[in-house]
DNA sequence: CATGAATGAGAGTTCATTCAT
DNA sequence: GATGAATGAACTCTCATTCAT
């Protein structure tokens, strides 16, 4: 009995000290995600990371096994954030109840879902920054292949409620994929473009542009994709 | 006759001696190119670009005075092919002769400059990641702020032939301001997720996305912005 | 209890840790001495020193944060000698007792420390090298203006004894500060040329020099200045 | 005939030509020195010397063979200045005439000598940091022995017309050397702090204190060195 | 004689990372 | 866990000098 006691006492203290420690950590996190936002992931120094945190450079060691691995934990946190804001989007079904079939639940859904992402990364311009390593170009050397795929799922795994309430709403596979692609270019062009001062065109109206690309895929998607758009050709 | 002569002459080694500067400094471009290319701008060093040119370090400073300068001569080569490629984008009119109108016309050339913006980045997607440093988070730091906006107005001259079309087309300058910006954000989310092989959405077909992009916009351009849309609504 | 000697413990080890410290820096501006004194300011690399340090180069900047924070460090610690040297100077006064005004002790001041500042750069030849940096045309670039000020007031402060000792002794405050200045000038010349090996004029000597001219501006300085000395002229 | 027209057509030329040459070189020398004085002699460059010359660095390498073979050609030709300076600085002999013996005529031309000497460097103090790169700590890493012996031996001969005039006054040899190496000493010392602003003693008075100095140095010079002066001692 | 390109060494400095304490 | 010292490689850039043209 004393034996399980001293068990028990054990686990809590290692857990408490865990618990202690993720916290220590997250306050790392947080000291790197203002250097990166503000210095960029190659401008961020290990040191400036640390000094930012209260501490020495080595000390960060304790924590995580390289400069790469803090940004990885950052882009992972971010792309939690994003699906957990994606998966508690509800669709908000209005209006005389009754009609509310299963394709009109369906369509609501494409809408709730395409909006929470777009909607996340409007609210929190720096994570799209923090993503886009994810991109061409601009890949962090060093990031290891697995952790990479997990990054990848991680962003999959937030886009396809949307793909699975097209399909709901009727559409086929292929379709889906297609559209589902345009979104997402559409959502990163927007946003991309939407908080660079630089390119003045945007002036804070990226939501009505979004509104305006949704509600016409939206479109497009109850029409049957057979039904043939007339007298529209070719692109370069 | 002598004196002219050897000033001909002197002249002509004059100008034969900076064809083959010019020649070599833009072989210096090219491996700056491809250095910048593989490695991203911070992570190309000079060494690497020297290295890959045949030179030593100190030695492309006979062509430039920074690495800064290198990575803007090759920006503003790439948005000045951009822009001749737009400039030379003639409006194909086909179909039923007679009815040219002006209209039809300026249709015609919304549409063949928007393609010849978007053809020159999907067959140079490497440009893409270049004119992205343009963008910011990445902002390479120690541009001079006149050169940043000379390249960002070279940027914007590639757009505006567009735009210009667009408002012959009919539709009051704020639409075509609005359309504008959802265009050009929609061809760099596309070319961006596009010429990434990373996201395992796009199979080569952004052109066929492009294309419906296009052709949805030009009808939304046709149709009075008077006339609302029915039953769809709000964003988040 | 436990917890005082646990203080105690800390504390200590403490500053032992900062007793290393200084050590080890001290030991860096040895190497650095040696260096700046072999291969002048400007000749001596970052590297070169390290390595008379048995360091690696970025190691001196856990010590340093710059090149020229190290050259201020030695010409500091240089004038913190001269100066200690010189206040530490006392006026030997021998003779027929008595007769020990004010005026006498007055003038053995000015004597002690007139020879305790010529003293420690005649024994010390190499510190005149390191202040001589405070001169133009040989000011290394980059000294922050703070320091030189702070290094500028140390030389002052190593002059002023004599100045004072100067009033003391009845000349007023004019006379006394050319006379300060003159006594500096023939200091700094003899000293200068006296460690050169290569104006062969001088063979150890320059004490016996400046013994002289120490007696005589001692001799000026009694006599009344409004006597006017005789015959004597305008120079170029 | 003709042969020997021939001869004397080809040596004008090539008089001619090296007399432009000459001319040149002159030119490069005054870009040198503008160069020097403004940036130090690590400082200044010799691609920054070509360009106030309007040349470019290789060009240089038609007229001097290195970078210190400039400095030297500059420091000769001030030492020669200052060597012709003394030369030509004639003994001022005023007064009621009869008495001009050859004492007094040695007087007067060791006053002008060494204030020839003296003025050369008030009137040209940047003269004087060029020469201080004889002493130590500050030579040019390169100058070679030979060049080094010529530029000591001009500025010996500066110096020794005073000498001689002192032993013409009547002092004995070692008496003389002692007072010309103080002499020179006390020149030094005063002209580098004087045209330093950094000291705040000297206020353009430096020629006060030299002509003081020079008078009761002619003091020393006329008494016989054997009478001891009184009550006055050892220095440290 | 002069140029412009090129070399190769070396400058000061920064960095991620390691490790004894 | 945290520190401060240290490493070693890398960085951009400058320099005196050489040489074909």
Redesign the pocket.
Known sequence: MGTSITIVDKDSRDAR?RAV?DL?KLHVMVAARSAFFELGLE??????I?KRA??????L???F????EIYAALLGKSLEGLNSRVENAAAEIGGPSARSSAKARAEATVRAKASAFFGFYRENPRDLDLGFYLLPGMQPR?LTPELNKRLNGLLRDALSPTQQAMVAMGCDAKQAEQELAALFAHIVGLLLLSHTGRIRMFKGESNVLFTQYLNQMIERLRVPASRPRKRLARAS
Do not use: D, F, I
Request: avoid cysteine; hydrophobic fraction near 25%.
């Open positions: 000290r420690a220590r401008g961020a120094s290990l040191r400036e640390a209260g501490y020495t450079a080595g000390a060691y304790s924590y096994s390289s400069k790469e060093g």
